[in-house]
């Protein structure tokens, strides 16, 4: 098998190509349910002069192709309503329905199961989606609010869909569905990390919180399997230490005896400092050559370490601008790449040329 390696192509023929058991730590990002369209789509027969290639862009508003977008949900069809073109795509997230994402998740998991070690982890993030109503996009701003640094955001246009169960504004919860189609397909959900974004996308509704949190699920094909705790410690806030070192016998007030125990054993020294807690706090971090969430480094640098030692293979299978390939790399781990977008590549490969990833 070739290493450090940008594999070309869909997830569910590339994995096909990894052999049994030889991965130990997956760290990626598919596409979420619904959020945008990586441009992979190819259309077949038709009128080859009609205009609906140009037209695959969801934010184009102009008014001939405004009457179709407002049939709902065109970006999606499978057909071109103009001159009958066959839309053929083999991306993830565009998928009609939740169910039907989640039932594409759960096959492609399937194939990474089987390329992942027994003591393998799996560090899967997903963000959400609600139904119906459609943000505009502002490429005015960045992800963090400020003015423009380069890096335009294509944002969520809800899906609007016909749903028994999902009305209009209702969360969709999609991260939850997937972890919980795993668990029944016989992975192990060991725990739901909440990503914490200091910086979120601004939004303009008054009637819920704004979003600043994503999941990172860690999976496992084992009960038991390989997680390096100490690689994450947090530092233990000197506060902390204090108060664990007090010697609770020693003081005066109202406390139960039998509770006293000396120094309370301590949780953690400045040395080792505390186990890693589950809400990670990460900016998130535009990347202007790419029109997709880029992972911040320190993300996929956590589950890395956690979920592998130096010389082992880290996969990502939705490899977009390669964060985790370049992070693994850093970490003196082997890496392979599946990614669908040949333009993603490139930006990928020039990324790898940088001594730090995210060179304005
Ligand atoms: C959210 S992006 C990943 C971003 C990545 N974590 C980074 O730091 O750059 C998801 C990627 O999955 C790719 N993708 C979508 N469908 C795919 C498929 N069927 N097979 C392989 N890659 C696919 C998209 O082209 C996109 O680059």
Redesign the pocket.
Known sequence: MKLNRILQ??????LKDLPDRSIQCV??????WG??D???AEWEGGDEDCKHKEKELRNDTSEKWKSMEETKGFQYKKECPECGAKRVD????LEETPEEYVEKMVE?FRHIKRVLKHDGTVWL?LGDSYCGGKRKSNPKQSMNGEKETGHEIEYTPSRDMNHDIIKPKDLVGIPWRVAFALQQDGWYLRQDIIWHKPNPMPESVQDRCTKSHEYIFLLTKSAKYFYDNDAIRERTKESTLQRLNQNINKQSGSYTPSKGNGNMKAVGDLETGRNKRSVWKINTQP?KE?H????PPEL?ELCIKAGSSEGDIVL?????????GWVAQRLGRKWIG????EE?IK??EKRFQQRELFVA
Not at 27 to 32: A, E, G, I, N
Not at 90 to 93: D, R, V
Not at 316 to 324: A, Q
């Open positions: 192509g869909n997830v569910l023929d590339r760290v990626t990002s598919p596409p979420y959020l945008r990586y441009g992979t083999k991306q993830l997230g492609v993030n990347y790419a997709f969430a880029v992972f996929p990502d299978p939705f490899f977009g601008s390669g964060t985790t599946i990614e669908l977008n993603y930006i990928a």
